[in-house]
């Protein structure tokens, strides 16, 4: 079965940096769009980043370019999302998030709130406080 398991969450400091991890099993990503998504307390859900996994192209929102980076290492079927200058705003569940790219076209490309993402992991916690 397929699954996702996100790691490398965690309590850092105004301005650190972290780097999130998706690791992938039960299927390859070779085909699919991966999405980070993130949900604060009393928020509704939003999309990060995403990337194909098939030509590497990505989509950032607007609120993280520049600190933000997605990435992915194809042979080891994960995918990365580094994130630098953290800001207390950016505490949240993270969560990553799968869709074939067949699907993904046909619901539209996008990558905003992940309702057309049919796959998810279980989430891991970044907490920016000093």
């Known amino acids: 079965q397929l699954q996702l398991v996100e790691s490398g969450g965690g309590l850092v400091q105004p301005g650190g940096s972290l780097r999130l991890s998706c690791a992938a099993s039960?299927?390859?990503?070779?085909?699919?769009?991966i999405g980070w998504f993130r949900q604060a307390p009393g928020k509704e859900r939003e999309g990060v980043s995403c990337?194909?996994?098939?030509?590497?192209?990505?989509a950032y929102t607007d609120v993280v370019k520049g600190r933000f980076t997605i990435s992915r290492d194809n042979a080891k079927n994960t995918v990365y999302l580094q994130m630098n200058s953290l800001k207390p705003e950016d505490t949240a569940v993270y969560y990553c998030?799968?869709?074939?790219?067949?699907?993904?076209?046909?619901?539209?490309?996008?990558?905003?709130?992940?309702?057309?993402?049919?796959?998810w992991g279980q989430g891991t916690q970044v907490t920016v406080s000093s």
């Open positions: 998030a799968t869709v074939d790219l067949i699907n993904f076209h046909a619901y539209g490309r996008r990558c905003d709130d992940g309702t057309n993402f049919g796959s």
């Open positions: 039960g299927f390859t990503l070779d085909n699919y769009v």
């Open positions: 990337i194909s996994s098939r030509d590497g192209n990505t």
